[in-house]
């Protein structure tokens, strides 16, 4: 829990950072990829490229194309839709998908997820109820691609440790997590990267190497960890920890200047799917 709970404070800072710096001015596709870079570079020194599993191996790669490669991809996009507060509101369903992949791989399956993912989708209209545009609605299925991809990654690594225990730390082999975003942020720079969108200003390189080294490096090495060391149920929660810790920054440091009063019945109403799941999920569960 230690770990989740230092990441969800080191990470309450990246969204607004984002926001803040990056977005609208930096190629979002180079900024992921300098995340992945710089993050793997600070991995490759503790790697073992021999005597890892290669089911480990094969793994690790599959749970950075998910986790990282592809969530970051997504989130970026839907940073071109969606404000700050929304991207954070709009994350809190990522324990509804963390839930299912859990029961996903344990052959179960709750109905009541499924009426608790519409609930927070009504929550999200309620957010834009009087501007719902084409672009808001890409935003938003951007944003819920991340977080079932994020929750898949977290959830695999959990099971992928759990199925094939070692005696190889951990840090080891987490280069090749970075190597799995690799396959998906390299090709994806290459075709859609745009080079006249570079950063220009010593704080966007600045951001930049925070988010590399620090959110992508640390941070997700040290979510992953902690992910292992909690049940399926903790870690949903945690995922959550991080919209409260996420608004308060950018609405107290930035001041974004945002309907308060709608952001808070649209997130009451998600929050409602988020215990409509948990009170009632565990009372219909079918097994396959």
């Not at 990056?22 to 600070?42: M, P």
């Not at 998908?97 to 997820?113: G, K, Q, T, W």
């Not at 690594?157 to 094939?164: D, E, F, G, S, V």
Request: glycine letters at 10%; one cysteine or more; a neutral charge.
């Amino acid at each position: 829990m230690t770990y989740l709970v230092f990441v969800t404070i080191l990470w309450a800072f990246s969204f607004s950072l984002i926001g803040e710096y990056l977005a609208g001015s930096v190629d979002s596709d180079f900024a992921v990829l300098s995340r992945v870079i710089l993050a793997g570079l600070l991995f490759l020194p503790f790697t073992r490229f021999r005597g890892v599993p290669a089911p480990l191996v094969r793994g690790t790669l599959l749970v950075g194309v998910l986790q990282f490669g592809i969530t970051y991809l997504c989130l970026y996009r839907a940073f071109g839709y969606l404000t700050v507060p929304e991207i954070l509101l709009f994350t809190i369903t990522t324990p509804l998908y963390v839930a299912l992949i859990d029961d996903s791989l344990y052959r179960r399956f709750s109905p009541i997820a499924l009426l608790a993912a519409a609930l927070a989708v009504f929550g999200a209209g309620v957010i834009r109820y009087d501007g719902i545009t084409e672009g808001y609605v890409i935003g938003f299925l951007l944003l819920q691609m991340a977080n079932f991809t994020f929750a898949a990654g977290q959830v695999g690594y959990k099971h992928l440790i759990q199925r094939y225990p070692t005696e190889i730390p951990t840090y080891a082999f987490f280069f090749y997590f970075y190597a799995g975003a690799l396959l998906i942020a390299g090709p994806t720079y290459l075709v859609f990267g745009d080079m006249s969108m570079m950063p220009e200003t010593t704080m966007q390189w600045g951001v930049i190497l925070w988010l590399g080294v620090a959110a992508s490096g640390v941070g997700l090495f040290l979510w992953n960890r902690g992910a292992c060391l909690v049940d399926a149920g903790t870690l949903a929660v945690m995922n959550n920890a991080l919209v409260p810790a996420g608004l308060l920054v950018n609405l107290l440091i930035w001041n974004r200047d945002e309907d308060l009063l709608r952001l808070v019945i649209g997130g009451g109403i998600i929050a409602l799917s988020l215990w409509v799941n948990a009170r009632f999920s565990r009372h219909a569960v079918i097994r396959a």
